[in-house]
Every structure is written in C-alpha cells, then in structure tokens.
C-alpha cells in the first residue's frame, strides 16, 4: 500500500516533468521586503544622526554650567594617562559626546534587515540539482551491479527509479521550505507590527530637534524682515519656510509602515500558493493510467534487480 | 518595575502636548504684533522677549525628545523584540543549512556511486574474462 503511494508519486511526478511543486515565487515582494527595510535603515540613521548632534551640543552646553562635573573616563577617572588604555570624558554617567542615541533600535532594524536576506537564502537554497546527479549516479551502479549478479540488464529501470528519488526529495525540500518560510512569516508579523509601530514613535520624536530648529530660523527671520522689511529679508524668510515646509512633509511614519505592508505581500503570497498547489494535485489525480505503467515498471526492476 | 515603551512614550506625549500649547500661544501673539501697520517700541520688545520664551519652550520640546528617545531605546520591549527576530533568524537559517547540508551529501553519495560503479564494471570484465 505504502510503495504503491511512493510509486503513484513518482508517477505524477513523471506526469508534471518533476517539477510539480515548485516553492511560491517570493522573488518581488521579497525584494519590495528588502527594499523597504533599507529605506527605513536609511531614514532611521539620519533621524538619529541630526538627533545625536542635538543631543551633543546640549551636553556641551549643560558641561559649560556645570565644568566641575565633567570626568575621565567612565568610572571617574584613572583614564588619559600615559599608562591608561582609553581617553574618554564623562558627564553625570553619559559620555559627553555620544556615538548614537537609538543604539538597541538600530540592532532592531539590522536584525529586520537581517531576516529579509535570511528568506532570501531559503527561498534560494536547492538542493535537487545535486540530489539528481546522485541518484542518477547511485541507480547506475546499482543496476550496474544487478545485471551482473542476476544477468539480466536492469539498466532500463534505473532512469524512473533516479527520478523518483529526485521528485521525492524535490517534495521534502518544499515541505522544508514552505514549512520554515510559513513558521517565520507567522512569527515575525506580530513582531514586526510593534517594531514598526515603536520605530515610527522614536522616529517622530527623533526628528522633532530638527523641527524646532527649523521653526526657530522661520521665526528669527520673521522677526528681521517685520524690523528691517527689506529684499534680502524677504528673501531669507521665504527660504526659511519653504526648508520647514519640506521637513514638515516629510513622513517617516509611511517609511515603517511600508515594512509591515510589504511583510503582509509576502505572507499573502505564501497563502496563495496553497491554492496552486491543490489545484496541480486534482489536475495530477486524472493520470491515472501512467500510474500504472511506471508502477509495473518499477516492479519489474525490482524483480530483476531481485 | 521599569516603565514599559508605551508608557515612556505616552508621558512624553502629554508632556509635548503641553509645550506645543506654550508654543502656539507665543507664535500666535507673535504674530498679531507682527501683523501691525506700524510696530511701536514695546511691540518691538514684546517681540523680543516671545522670540525669549519661544526659544525656552523649544529647547523643552527638545529636552523632552531627547531624554525620551535614549529611555525608549533602553526599555525591554526593544531587548525584547531584538531577541525574538533573531530567534526566527536563527530557525530559518537552519533550514537553509538543512537544504545545503543534503546538497554537500548528495555529493558524497555521488562520488560514492562512481566507485561502485567502477568497481562493478571490474567485476563484470573479470567475470567475462574469467
């Protein structure tokens, strides 16, 4: 009962050219995937690169007021010296001129960016080409050496067998696909719905610095062109508005939300080819006299094989 | 029990709702004086003292998204997150190492096979001769 359901496969196999369960094309919404996260990696780090220099500057500013409490060094001292191993300076347990303000969330979005390429790998990983060449090379010494113990050729039985070996394999390998690529899809989507939406959150107060200083020029400039109204005043206040204008159009909430989107595509397309799938089976179903011919072939070869 | 994102994120919402309140009242006053036919010398320096307190208002705005930004970034919803994508990292590259590994034995069992069949054809002309 079990090998004619292994030999049924192979016949259906036989029947579609081996290439019946192929794993979903994945190709566009996972470079759209892809894509996405390096836009949000790219929006990310110059939010917080402008933030940081902020951040900086009132450091500075609070270690002005307060010099007696600027140390070397994290511990308060002992760094600096001939001898030491590093030269930092301190402010209140801060280092008082910071490399990043967002350090763990851009960890976050490497890691995001970091399982876009590992879907990539898995949707690329095959293995059937080399399985093939084995089980072409196995199933000819096999019957190389059942002809010569039985007498019989048994050549002509070798090529199905290889063949089922390699559509059997195809199949497992498309299970392991299809199994670990809707595991992680299902995981990461609920992950990727709070990571977005915290990125988004961060990313709104990150760029506000950038926002008061721009209304701070408007301002200024608003205020020199209502003392001294002239062209070159005009002017300046103009540019002043149009920059903030063009900041305050800028939506970085759109640039995250683009990542869960384009995760949503991909988990979509994923369902889909359950679709397909069942649908190739029904169409495999109807051949059902091939079934028979490769099944008393493949018997034949085990009784010369014998 | 350290504050969660959410929570961090929703008191400095409060607290920027307020100084965007301090802020409109400054431009919006700012504005009337500047709207004027004529500014007159206390216009003039109700203008300056406004440009004072718009500039005190926006540093607190600033304050308040720096400060925040460094404790959402520090809270364990990140840690959190971090350690779960790398979980699912780590069970899809299994499975492609899964899918490779097979590959690199398919190998061996080819080059296997070539010696059985080698060794096969020797018999099989030894057989002949024999």
């Not at chain 1, 192979?10 to 290439?19: D, M, P, R």
């Not at chain 1, 600027?70 to 511990?75: D, F, I, K, T």
């Not at chain 1, 099944?295 to 010369?304: R, S």
């Not at chain 2, 998204?65 to 520090?74: G, H, I, S, Y």
Request: aromatic share 4%.
């Amino acid at each position: 009962m079990r090998r004619a359901g292994v030999m049924r496969c192979a016949v259906l196999a036989l029947a579609v050219g081996l290439a019946g369960c192929a794993a979903p094309d994945l190709g566009a919404p996972l470079t759209a995937f892809s894509d996405s996260i390096g836009k949000a990696e790219t929006t990310f780090a110059k939010a917080d690169q402008a933030a940081t220099a902020r951040e900086n500057q009132r450091r500075v500013e609070r270690a002005v007021a307060e010099p007696n409490k600027v140390v070397r060094g994290q511990a308060g001292g002992g760094e600096c010296l001939a001898s030491s191993q590093a030269c930092s300076l301190w402010f209140e347990g801060e280092p008082l001129r910071a490399a990043t303000l967002v350090g763990q969330q851009r960890i976050l979005l490497r890691e995001l960016g970091n399982y876009a390429e590992a879907l990539k790998q898995l949707t690329a990983a095959d293995s059937t080409g080399k399985v093939k060449a084995a089980a072409d090379k196995a199933t000819v010494a096999i019957s190389s050496i059942a002809t010569l113990v039985s007498g019989v050729p048994a050549a002509g039985f070798a090529a199905p067998v290889a063949q089922l070996v390699t559509w059997i394999y195809g199949r497992y390998q498309d299970n392991l696909k299809r199994s670990a690529l809707r595991h992680a899809t299902g995981e990461m989507a609920p992950v990727l719905a709070s990571a977005t939406q915290k990125f988004a959150t961060t990313t709104r107060l990150l760029i506000l610095p950038e926002r008061t200083a721009a209304q701070r020029d408007v301002s200024r400039a608003a205020d020199a062109f209502r003392l001294q109204p002239t062209p070159a005043a005009a002017t300046a206040y103009l540019d002043k508005a149009e920059r903030m204008d063009a900041l305050l159009k800028g939506n970085p909430d759109a640039v995250f939300q683009q990542i869960d989107e384009t995760h949503k595509e991909l988990v979509r397309v994923l369902g889909d080819s359950d679709l397909s799938l069942a649908e190739l089976f029904q169409r495999i179903d109807k051949l059902g006299a091939d079934i028979e011919t490769l099944a008393k072939a493949v018997e034949a070869f085990h009784k010369a094989a014998g | 029990m350290a504050p969660t994102f959410a929570e961090i994120a929703a008191d400095a919402e409060r607290a920027l709702a307020g100084l965007d309140a301090v802020n409109r009242a400054i431009a919006a006053e700012a504005e009337a004086i500047r709207a004027k036919p004529a500014l007159t010398a206390a216009d003039k320096a109700r203008l300056k003292e406004l440009a004072e307190g718009e500039n005190k208002v926006l540093d607190e705005i600033d304050a308040v998204a720096l400060d925040t930004v460094q404790r959402l970034d520090a809270t364990a919803d990140i840690r959190d997150l971090i350690a779960r994508v790398r979980k699912i990292n780590a069970d899809l590259n299994k499975a492609t190492a899964k899918i490779r590994k097979i590959g690199r034995i398919a190998d061996a069992v080819g080059a296997a096979s070539d010696g059985i069949k080698k060794v096969s054809d020797k018999l099989a002309k030894l057989t002949k001769d024999g």
